[in-house]
């Protein structure tokens, strides 16, 4: 069951017609009773991985919160016959002891998501640096195959953990809304990874029925499907071709294969996107946007304010920030300041944080050495970025203008070429092909690559085109959504029609290739 099936869609209008109908105060129940059904179909042999990490968020959450109501009772109690220094000792043993609840939900939880992703990378790792020394050495491997979801929902019930210890959202008392929270079905493979206290009371909050709801859903799942069946599931083919034998076609057609990944992968993870948020917004949730035009970026800051938003927000508020400021980065400052200069000193925190910020994003997406490369060329560009001379940084800078978006696409497609590969070796042989292959021509021998005929390259064609049109207008303010929902009904009814129609015209039902994001 997938974003684009059949059962999926069966599946949501179900629940809607319950949604609807029953008492107001149960709506949650039903959306969580069709979260476990959807979680079950799809991956029921994994079902008790999400289960522990619901219930040891919720028990831990809830010791925090009886930790900190337990130190005031006490503190209050002790008013009178406590000297002050008495009262600081036992807050700071008690927020110790809170702190230690914590990290031991942390990292059993996020030590759950290790094992399973990455324990036969280390294995494989560890293997051959054994062998390369002529030693040879089993660690064994892990049989199991990632559970559904784990990355994204692993990462937003422990976004809840640290802001219940950060004292930002009270514990959730109820077991079963907690794991409507962990496991809302919309976003559980492809995200965007929801924070507690923007997302939460939209799933509990009661919704009355508006059709505006349903056609604004309704809208966002056709621009999804849109993207996806039109642009990203009929490219696959060009970049398949190429990328399986890149040693036998001529260096523009390589690079040609490089371009179009980035767009199919855009269609793509945002496609899936719209679709999960078109299905929430039915009933009644607003999620939040986890794209905005990324490709019309003029920095690197600006790309990563654009695309995954959801990821990157998280990692920001809850890596990065605590990272720069943390105790020991300051310390670290300032001893740099003194034996290597005020400059340094300055900037060596925040870029390092920054590095080990985009190394984490690069590891969460795979356990291959591609990622974590990726990430790293991202941290080194931001870095450098952020150091730049202060009118070059300025967004409405003319050089910024001219330069920024087509070097920021650049670096996209680049890094992304190494995100694709297998491995380093692949992505260094890829890049050979582009720049040492033979015979730069104009397309023509291979022009349909992959294409089962010239239709189908007009198709893809004409939804790239029509992508790129409406990303320009919503860059420029101009939103046709909402020009076609404020225009009189014959109107909009005419709009839809054609939409539809158009869609399953050019759409290519036959080649649905599953989310590229779903693996994550």
């Known amino acids: 069951m997938t974003l684009t099936s059949l059962s ?3 599946l949501v209008l179900a629940l809607l017609v319950l949604y609807y109908l029953v008492p107001k105060r149960f709506q949650w129940v ?8 959807f979680y079950a179909f799809v991956c029921l042999r994994y079902m008790g991985f999400i289960v522990i990490t619901t219930l040891t968020t919720y028990f831990g959450a809830r010791g925090m919160d ?33 702190k230690a ?39 064994g491997h892990i049989g199991l195959l990632l559970p559904l979801g784990i990355s994204f929902y692993t990462f937003q019930s422990m976004g809840y953990v640290l802001d219940v210890y950060r004292e930002k959202v009270p514990a959730e008392r109820n077991v079963g809304k907690l794991a409507l929270f962990v496991s809302f079905f919309p976003q559980i493979i492809q995200s965007p990874i929801g924070v507690y206290d923007q997302l939460a009371h939209q799933l509990y909050d009661e919704h009355k029925y508006n059709f505006d709801n349903i056609r604004y859903g309704a809208e966002l799942i056709l621009w999804g499907f849109f993207k996806k069946l039109v642009i990203a599931d009929r490219a696959v083919g060009m970049i398949h071709t190429v990328a399986g034998a890149y040693t036998d076609y001529a260096g523009t057609y390589v690079l040609l294969a490089a371009l179009v990944y980035a767009l199919q992968l855009y269609a793509d993870f945002s496609g899936g996107i719209d679709i999960s948020r078109g299905v929430a917004q039915m009933f009644g949730i607003t999620m939040g946007e986890n794209f905005r035009r990324p490709y ?16 990157g927000d998280w990692l920001r508020n809850y890596l990065f920030y605590p990272l720069s400021i943390s105790k020991a980065f300051l310390n670290w ?8 200069g005020n400059h340094i000193g300055k900037v060596l925190p925040t870029a390092v944080a920054s590095l080990i910020t985009f190394l984490v994003i690069g590891i969460w997406h795979g356990a291959n050495w591609t990622f974590l490369v990726w990430g790293g060329l991202h941290g080194l560009c931001q870095v450098a970025e952020d150091h730049m001379p202060a009118p070059l940084r300025k967004r409405k800078s003319l050089p910024l203008r001219i330069v920024g978006v087509p070097l920021t696409f650049a ?9 694709r590969t297998s491995s380093l070796g692949n992505a260094a042989a890829y890049f050979a092909g582009i720049l040492h292959n033979p015979g730069h021509e104009v397309f023509a021998q291979y022009w349909l690559l992959g294409l089962t ?42 709009v839809y029609e054609f939409a539809i129609f158009a869609f399953l015209l050019m759409a290519s039902f036959y080649s649905n290739t599953g989310f590229l994001y779903a693996r994550f």
């Open 101 to 139: 609840l914590m990290i031991g939900i942390l990292v059993f939880n996020f030590g759950i998501l290790a094992v399973l992703k990455y324990y036969n990378f280390f294995a494989e790792s560890m293997e051959a640096l054994f062998a390369s020394v002529g030693l040879t050495v089993s660690l």
């Open 8 to 10: 999926f869609y069966l």
């Open 66 to 98: 009886a930790m900190t109501a337990r130190m005031e009772q006490t503190v209050a109690a002790h008013k009178q016959d406590w000297e002050r220094e008495a009262r600081k000792a036992y807050k700071k043993r008690c927020k110790s002891r809170r």
């Open 296 to 311: 019309f970026s003029r920095t690197l800051t600006e790309y990563w304010h654009r695309w995954h938003i959801s990821l």
């Open 333 to 340: 400052g300032r001893h740099a300041k003194q034996h290597l």
């Open 30 to 37: 039903v959306l969580l009773i069709g979260s476990y059904a």
């Open 411 to 419: 670096i996209f497609v680049t890094t992304f070429t190494i995100f």
């Open 453 to 494: 005929s010239k239709l189908e390259l007009l198709l893809l064609l004409l939804g790239i085109a029509l992508l790129v049109l409406v990303d320009v207008l919503h860059e420029c303010g101009l939103h046709l959504r909402a020009w076609v929902n404020a225009a009189p009904r014959p109107v909009r009814w005419a």
